[in-house]
């Protein structure tokens, strides 16, 4: 989705490592997507225990500097 690939180009523009996880090809990762995280908009980044659905700057950096 669109929102998936400025997500990853802001991290890799940041030096920022992440797994990437495509819920189209990948059951599993659309199983814990849906039952586990209970969300169903993309993209999910999860850092820490914190959840951040779709893409927000400020959030994005925001969880990042409070996960050290």
Known sequence: CPACNELKEYL????IE??????????????????VHKVRVTPLTIIGDKKLVGFDVEELEKALAEAG
């Open 12 to 15: 890799r523009s940041k030096g």
């Open 18 to 35: 992440y797994e990437d996880h495509d819920i189209i090809t990948d059951y599993d990762a659309l199983e814990e997507m849906l039952h």
